[in-house]
């Protein structure tokens, strides 16, 4: 079954012959490689590049490795960087002497490069490659700040990033097939990974996610940065899939190890282990703005996940919290439109308790914006009621501003607005159609 990644193909193409390096990264298995060794490569030959002109290369690949290996024989293609020779970069002389005899002459040839990180000095050799204007070069990694970092910096604005998600569930859909409902709930246990998509047993799913995430954070979070505590952060993953849609912050994290675990693991650790986390595209961060002011406030913030079938699968499929569930769903849909989104925060006064008149601080649950359009939306999964509705609104009824407000609900209905200019969408039309929050104003 092969499924179509059109927005991130129209990316790629978009881009094709520009001089500079497209750095295409995500997470594991969410479809870096399928996307420029299959999808990509197709497009290529479909407008008649010849295929010796196209040379993909993995660099976690022994196969593709063989291929240097008889370049500067006396030399190791792999060199190992620990005595457990699980740590390894590979020879980029002999890359080098590769590519050069693979692409010969003025005539244009596509580098296709999986998992560059792996390249001794890459950084060094890809800007040294740049130099030949007939190679239009594109590379994938699996770790965003090592990436991205070296992107903005060392490439010399000769690196561009596109960004990877894994499925959408408009994607995911067109795999599923079904009805939406059995297909949502489908998406909301098991996640949007590729591969996932394509088995029909729950169980066969559920292996695989267990498997990937003992992989995933085992190889690119312990093993990378050689983390000692591998308990403790087993535990606070476990903490931050608990809490979906909660804030938090490394001192809290530190107080709920002492008190409840009688763990000390110090919040500075935390912070760098948060930081890890969201290298490897595990987790993602929406701090806190206070809409009114206009600024970010405290240090709490949520931590989402990018695929919700791995957080499931951190829990054993345990916690189904479905109110939460959608809101990272919400979310991811929301980054994978390209918003930046943050967790919106106004402050109103109002009576406590005693009666005096005290500030309280009411939640908007994403505060998006993209270049100069701002939405505010919210993700409710049941409005029963009028009583509910009010609630759900009552954050956004303290903003003034004129930017669109939005309301997402579960159940099917039809997308309205109410008099004070609040629409409403079911989550079934959110999420198949990527234009709904602009196409709700027409």
């Given at each position: 079954m092969?499924?179509?990644?059109?927005?991130?193909?129209?990316?790629?193409?978009?881009?094709?012959?520009?001089?500079?390096?497209?750095?295409?990264t995500?997470?594991?298995?969410?479809g870096?490689s399928?996307?420029?060794?299959?999808?990509f490569?197709d497009?290529?030959l479909?407008?008649s590049?010849?295929?010796?002109?196209?040379v993909?290369?993995?660099?976690?690949?022994?196969?593709?490795?063989?291929l240097?290996?008889?370049?500067?024989?006396?030399?190791?293609?792999?060199?190992?960087?620990?005595?457990?020779r699980?740590?390894?970069?590979?020879?980029?002389?002999?890359?080098?002497?590769?590519?050069?005899d693979?692409?010969?002459g003025?005539?244009?040839?596509y580098?296709?490069?999986d998992?560059?990180?792996?390249?001794?000095?890459?950084?060094?050799?890809?800007?040294?490659?740049?130099?030949?204007?007939n190679?239009?070069?594109?590379?994938?990694?699996?770790n965003?700040r090592?990436?991205?970092?070296?992107?903005?910096?060392?490439?010399?604005?000769?690196?561009e990033?596109?960004?990877?998600?894994?499925?959408s569930?408009?994607?995911?859909?067109?795999?599923?097939?079904?009805a939406?409902?059995d297909?949502?709930?489908?998406?909301?246990?098991?996640?949007?990974?590729?591969?996932v998509?394509?088995?029909?047993?729950?169980?066969?799913?559920?292996?695989y996610?267990?498997?990937?995430?003992?992989?995933?954070?085992?190889?690119?979070?312990?093993?990378?940065?050689d983390?000692?505590?591998v308990?403790?952060l087993?535990?606070?993953?476990d903490?931050?899939?608990?809490n979906?849609?909660?804030f938090?912050?490394?001192?809290?994290?530190?107080?709920?190890f002492?008190?409840?675990?009688?763990?000390?693991?110090?919040?500075?650790t935390?912070a760098?282990?948060?930081?890890?986390l969201?290298?490897?595209?595990?987790?993602?961060?929406?701090?806190?703005?206070?809409?009114k002011g206009?600024?970010?406030?405290?240090?709490?913030?949520?931590?989402?996940w990018?695929?919700?079938?791995?957080?499931?699968?951190?829990?054993?499929?345990?916690?189904?919290?479905?109110?939460?569930?959608?809101?990272?769903?919400?979310?991811?849909?929301?980054?994978v439109?390209?918003?930046?989104?943050?967790?919106?925060?106004?402050?109103?006064?109002?009576?406590?308790?005693?009666?005096?008149y005290?500030i309280?601080q009411?939640e908007?649950?994403?505060?998006?914006n993209?270049?100069?359009?701002?939405?505010?939306?919210?993700?409710?999964?049941a409005?029963?009621?009028?009583?509910?509705?009010?609630?759900?609104?009552?954050?956004?009824?303290?903003?003034?501003?004129?930017?669109?407000k939005?309301?997402?609900?579960r159940?099917?209905?039809k997308?309205?607005?109410d008099?004070n200019?609040v629409?409403?969408?079911?989550?079934?039309d959110?999420?198949?159609?990527r234009d709904?929050l602009r196409?709700?104003?027409?």
């Amino acid at each position: 079954m092969v499924i179509r990644r059109d927005h991130y193909l129209n990316d790629l193409i978009a881009r094709r012959n520009d001089g500079l390096i497209k750095v295409v990264t995500g997470i594991r298995r969410c479809g870096k490689s399928f996307l420029l060794f299959h999808l990509f490569r197709d497009y290529l030959l479909s407008e008649s590049v010849d295929a010796s002109h196209i040379v993909p290369f993995a660099f976690d690949n022994d196969e593709d490795l063989d291929l240097i290996a008889p370049y500067y024989p006396d030399e190791p293609t792999k060199i190992y960087l620990d005595n457990k020779r699980t740590k390894y970069v590979v020879n980029a002389k002999k890359f080098r002497a590769y590519i050069k005899d693979k692409a010969v002459g003025e005539a244009r040839y596509y580098l296709l490069l999986d998992e560059v990180q792996l390249l001794d000095d890459f950084v060094g050799t890809l800007n040294g490659l740049t130099r030949h204007d007939n190679y239009d070069i594109y590379v994938t990694g699996s770790n965003s700040r090592f990436l991205s970092k070296d992107v903005a910096t060392e490439f010399r604005a000769r690196g561009e990033q596109i960004h990877i998600n894994p499925l959408s569930f408009s994607e995911f859909f067109q795999a599923y097939g079904g009805a939406f409902d059995d297909a949502f709930e489908a998406y909301a246990t098991y996640g949007g990974l590729p591969y996932v998509a394509t088995l029909r047993e729950d169980s066969r799913k559920a292996e695989y996610l267990r498997n990937l995430l003992d992989s995933l954070y085992q190889k690119d979070v312990v093993d990378r940065y050689d983390i000692e505590s591998v308990d403790s952060l087993s535990v606070l993953m476990d903490v931050l899939a608990s809490n979906i849609g909660s804030f938090t912050n490394p001192t809290k994290i530190e107080a709920t190890f002492q008190s409840q675990r009688g763990v000390a693991y110090h919040h500075d650790t935390i912070a760098r282990h948060l930081g890890y986390l969201q290298d490897c595209f595990l987790i993602e961060e929406a701090k806190r703005f206070n809409v009114k002011g206009r600024k970010y406030i405290g240090a709490n913030s949520k931590y989402y996940w990018t695929d919700i079938g791995l957080r499931n699968a951190l829990l054993r499929f345990r916690q189904q919290e479905p109110t939460h569930i959608m809101e990272n769903i919400v979310y991811n849909e929301l980054r994978v439109r390209g918003y930046e989104v943050d967790v919106g925060i106004v402050e109103a006064k109002a009576k406590n308790d005693a009666g005096v008149y005290a500030i309280k601080q009411y939640e908007v649950d994403f505060v998006c914006n993209l270049g100069n359009e701002k939405v505010y939306v919210q993700s409710a999964y049941a409005l029963p009621d009028e009583d509910k509705r009010q609630q759900e609104l009552r954050s956004l009824s303290m903003i003034r501003d004129s930017f669109r407000k939005v309301v997402v609900v579960r159940g099917p209905i039809k997308p309205w607005a109410d008099e004070n200019g609040v629409f409403y969408i079911g989550l079934k039309d959110f999420l198949l159609n990527r234009d709904a929050l602009r196409w709700l104003i027409h």
